[in-house]
Each structure stands twice: as structure tokens, then as C-alpha cells.
């Protein structure tokens, strides 16, 4: 059997929830029993996220290969099996720079180069790539970034155009839009819908279904009303009303049936679609009765999307522990002195890069030291805890991280060629999985109740090593360490609940099926803190 393509675009607005529409469509597929490869294109011109503000783009997701991509990604981990590596996301600008390279070299032999052929084989050759993922897929879906009449996203429109009028049989567009209640007149409105698919009519695509997202559910004579305009039949509209909880998005879709259609229009196998274990998570979610309160101390806190991985990962933990998940929101920025911390049961330190809100997140990690209150560092968060325990108990006053004080007395943060008085090796980050072992009978090692683990890393500042007696001797457990390099990859303080910073990035390995054992005893702990503050 030749592999199918179904290709997702939206309409109308972004932040429609394409990536969770994509993720839920691909874990229904795969209830089917299918294997799905899933790519996400992104119209921007940088080579990557990498390098852009959290404000900007959200979070980073970082992939086992070391990819620094796009945080819709995250989505396709939380809710699939999908393999998901550096080829499962492409940018315009990685596709230009692919194309301008070739160019330099020679390879068009003295060709004009042109956005058509050049850009769209490029793009179609990064789709056809996925067939070859070592999962053997049934499916390839391909999610379209952007609002279809974007400049940016005509390529990518044009190279699926092309994608269709080469094997027909093959593909499948589905399209979600908008379709917004306008107040004032008591109705909705299916117009900017009819909009979008003119937009993509003119294009050349035709799409074969529409997914409506919508604040409510539609009656029948608005989807027949799209289902005449737009020239899908009626069964091919499909809604998508707001939900209390994303985790629901498969289960809205499922009992409209989206994937007996979808299998329907691909001639794919015809077995109902079975997520049996999804759903027991979120019947486990729904009967939680207790409830935790973790303070994240941070600085992108406008921008939810900065912390992306780190919220959900919170979230799992929390249903595993049976138990709702409160967030408070710290601003590190705005923290001055212990007064302005609000009371939580647990606090999570999370990723971050330079000097704004670093004394706050040192002043929120001394308190839960010195209060036995859960804590969590993450990546940043880790360094923190590093620098507060080295001023504090080892007394070095002005201990600080390089990153934020070149020339303090105890760089007990630092870059690795500055450790080792090396030229600096052109500050690239550490980026991807790496193997680290555990010290047996600590926290970690409670935690994940095995001795080797595979982590995600994305930073340039390490534990400086040689410090570590001192800490050790007073009371720091270094728990983990890089199997190869022995870098220092976890912390915990020893007379404490529950004190652990991680250098790596956990978050990225959590799914609501799966959560991440740090995340589950982390809540564990801060639920035991709670009980305590209650008796
Ligand atoms: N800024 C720190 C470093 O580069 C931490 C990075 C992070 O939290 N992702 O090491």
C-alpha cells in the first residue's frame, strides 16, 4: 500500500488550535492501528525558533536529534506515538537557505531559480522524506502554519497543490476555520468561512473537509449552509466548539466520526478507533477530588505558550496524584523580599536565560529551602538552586552563574571552556538527549526507579565541578550525572521534602498517558506539604 497524505490548513485566524486539531486527528488515526509520520511547516523565515524571543514564538521544543522546533510539536508527543525528530519540522527559512546553498554549488545548472520548481520540490522532497521514517508510516500528515492568504504560506500551499495532481488518490485536505457567534445579531456567521475556502479555491486546493471551530455547538442548517457553500458534503463539516479541557479535542472529533471519514476517503483499514487509555486519563482527571497549588516563578508568564511543556507536564503529574492543578503565576521580576511570594504548595523553577528576575527566583528558592517547601528547578531553575545553596549555606556571598556576572568570586555556574580555562568553543548549546545516571536511593533515583535515564538538554552553563566537595560535604547531592562526560545533570538538597533541579528539560517527555516521574513526585510531595499545613 502507498502511503496516504492528509495535508491540515486553516483559515480565518490563527491560534485555532491547528496543532491540537492535527494531534487528536493523528491519535485517532493511530487508535486505528496506524502508524502516522507527522510534519510541521512553518512560514517564518528563521531557520529555526531557536532564536527567537519566547514572546515572539512560545516555547522551544526540543527534540532527542537536538532540533530546536516549533511547540506544536509538543502537542504531536502528548498525544501521539509519533516519532518526532529534526526532519518533523521545516521553515521557510531552512527551505530557502536548502535552495540558496544548491544555488551556490552549482546544482540548477545555470537555471533561473525560481519559488516554482525550486522552493516547492524542496518542500514536497522534505514531505516525501517521512516516508521514509524508520515507523513505516500509513499516513503522513502535514500541518500547514499560518492562515491560508498569508504571503509567507503560498509555497507551501502551491507544493501541495502540486502534492494532489500527482497522486490524487493519495491525499486528503482538510481545512479548519472559523465560525464566529456574532452577539449583536444572535447569530453565527459562516461568511469568513465561505472567505477561506474561496482563498484556497483560488489557490488550486480544494479542500475535502472542514473542521469548524466555533464557541458553540452548530445547528444543522449552518453546517448545511457551509456544506453548500463551500461544496463539501454535509457529513465532511465537522465541529469543534470550545472545550473545557483540550484533552477532549479527540473525543469531540471521534463522536462526529472524523475518522471513519477520514479512512472512508483514503481507503484506509475500517476498524473503530480505540483510546481506551485516554480515556480512563480523563476520567481520572474528572474525579480528582483533591487539589495542588504550584507557584511557577518566571518571566514570560504573559505568554503562557513560553512555558508550554512545563504547564502540561505539571498538569499530568497532577492527574496521576488524582488531584486538580492550580497555577499561581510569579512574576520573578517582581519579587523584592519573601512578602511578595504568594503562599503555594509547591514551586517549580523553570528555564530561562539571562539576568531579569534572577534574584527573584533566588529569593523563592531560599524560602522553600528554608521552609521544607517543595521545589523544582528546571534547566535554569537547577543553576538557581545551585547559586542560592552556594551563597547561603556555603556562605559565598556573591556566588553567581557567568551568564549573569562575569567576574563574581564563585562562578559556581559557568561555561564548560571557562571551567576548563579552554578557548571558548563558539558557545553552541547542548542540545538534545543525553544518558545520565543516577546515584542510587536518591529522590531522582526514587523517581524514576531505574539508574539510567535519557534527557533532553537546551542551555550553555554548566555545574562547575570543581566545586562539588564542598557542596557534597555540606549537604548538596549531585544524583545525576552525564554518563559520559560526568557533567552534573541533577541536584538535590538533602535535608529537604523534596528539593531537585535538573539540567535537562523533563517537561518534554510528558504525555497525559505518560507523565513524567519528576513531575508525578513532585506533586506528590507538594500534596504531602499541603496535608501537613492542614493538620
Ligand atoms: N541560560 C541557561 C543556560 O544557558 C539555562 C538555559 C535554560 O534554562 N534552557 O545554561
Redesign the pocket.
Known amino acids: 500500500m502507498s502511503e496516504k497524505f492528509i495535508f491540515i490548513t486553516g483559515g480565518v485566524l490563527s491560534s485555532l488550535g491547528k496543532g491540537l486539531t492535527s494531534a487528536s486527528i493523528a491519535k485517532l488515526l493511530e487508535g486505528k492501528g496506524l502508524k502516522v509520520a507527522i510534519l510541521k511547516l512553518d512560514p517564518y523565515l528563521n531557520v529555526d525558533p531557536g532564536t527567537m524571543n519566547p514572546y515572539e514564538h512560545g516555547e522551544v521544543y526540543v527534540t532527542d536529534d537536538g532540533a530546536e522546533t516549533d511547540l506544536d510539536l509538543g502537542h504531536y508527543y502528548r498525544y501521539t506515538n509519533s516519532p518526532l525528530g529534526r526532519t518533523s519540522n521545516a521553515t521557510s527559512g531552512q527551505i530557502y537557505d536548502t535552495v540558496i546553498k544548491r544555488e551556490r554549488k552549482g546544482d540548477y545548472l545555470g537555471k533561473t531559480v525560481q519559488v516554482i520548481p525550486h522552493v516547492t520540490d524542496e518542500i514536497k522532497s522534505r514531505i516525501r522524506k517521512l516516508t521514509q521514517s524508520k515507523i513505516k508510516p500509513d499516513v503522513i500528515m502535514v500541518e500547514i502554519g499560518g492562515t491560508v492568504g498569508d504571503i509567507e504560506s503560498q509555497p507551501f500551499l502551491e507544493a501541495i497543490r502540486q502534492f494532489r495532481l500527482e497522486q490524487p488518490q493519495n491525499c486528503l485536505n482538510i481545512h479548519l476555520t472559523y465560525v464566529p457567534y456574532l452577539p449583536s445579531c444572535g447569530e453565527v456567521k459562516t461568511k469568513p468561512t465561505q472567505h477561506s475556502i474561496q482563498t484556497m479555491r483560488g489557490i488550486g486546493i480544494i479542500p475535502d473537509m472542514i473542521v469548524c471551530r466555533c464557541e458553540q455547538a452548530l445547528d444543522k442548517d449552518v453546517i448545511n449552509k457551509i456544506s453548500l457553500f463551500c461544496s463539501v458534503k454535509s457529513e465532511w463539516v465537522f465541529e469543534l466548539p470550545d472545550v473545557d479541557n483540550v484533552y477532549q479535542v479527540p473525543l469531540v472529533l471521534k463522536e462526529q466520526n472524523l475518522d471513519d471519514s477520514i479512512s472512508e476517503f483514503l481507503s484506509l483499514n475500517k476498524k473503530a478507533s480505540n483510546i481506551s487509555a485516554w480515556e480512563k486519563m480523563l476520567a481520572k482527571q474528572n474525579n480528582a477530588k483533591k487539589t495542588v497549588t504550584i507557584g511557577v516563578v518566571g518571566k514570560y508568564l504573559d505568554h503562557k505558550d513560553a512555558y508550554k511543556s512545563v504547564l502540561e507536564a505539571l498538569l499530568h503529574g497532577a492527574i496521576e496524584n488524582d488531584s486538580k492543578l492550580k497555577l499561581e503565576f510569579l512574576e520573578a521580576d517582581k519579587i523584592k523580599s519573601i512578602k511578595d511570594l504568594k503562599k503555594c504548595d509547591g514551586y517549580l523553577i523553570p528555564?530561562?536565560?539571562g539576568n531579569r528576575g534572577y534574584s527573584g527566583k533566588v529569593l523563592a528558592t531560599k524560602y522553600a529551602r528554608e521552609n521544607n517547601i517543595p521545589c523544582f528547578g528546571?534547566?535554569?531553575g537547577m543553576?538557581v538552586i545551585v547559586v542560592e545553596f552556594a551563597r547561603n549555606i556555603l556562605g559565598f556571598e556573591n556566588a553567581h552563574t557567568t551568564?549573569v556576572d562575569l567576574s563574581t568570586d564563585h562562578p559556581v555556574i559557568s561555561l564548560l571552556a571557562e571551567q576548563n580555562h579552554t578557548e571558548d568553543m563558539g558557545g553552541t548549546?547542548r542540545l538534545g538527549a543525553y544518558e545520565c545516571k543516577l546515584k542510587t536511593d536518591s529522590k531522582a533515583h526514587k523517581a524514576y526507579s531505574k539508574k539510567k535515564i535519557s534527557e533532553r538538554h537546551?542551555?550553555?552553563?554548566e555545574f562547575n565541578s570543581t566545586y562539588t566537595k564542598e557542596f557534597e560535604d555540606n549537604g548538596l547531592v549531585i544524583s545525576g550525572k552525564d554518563s559520559k562526560s560526568d557533567l552534573c545533570e541533577i541536584v538535590e538538597v538533602k535535608d529537604h521534602p523534596w528539593m531537585v533541579g535538573v539540567q535537562f528539560?523533563p517537561e518534554f517527555q510528558s504525555k497525559p498517558t505518560e507523565p513524567h516521574p519528576l513531575f508525578t513526585a513532585f506533586i506528590n510531595a507538594s500534596l504531602k506539604h499541603a496535608q501537613k499545613g492542614k493538620k
Request: net charge positive; charged share 20%.
Open positions: 528555564g530561562g536565560f528546571i534547566c535554569l543553576q551568564e548549546m537546551r542551555h550553555r552553563y528539560h
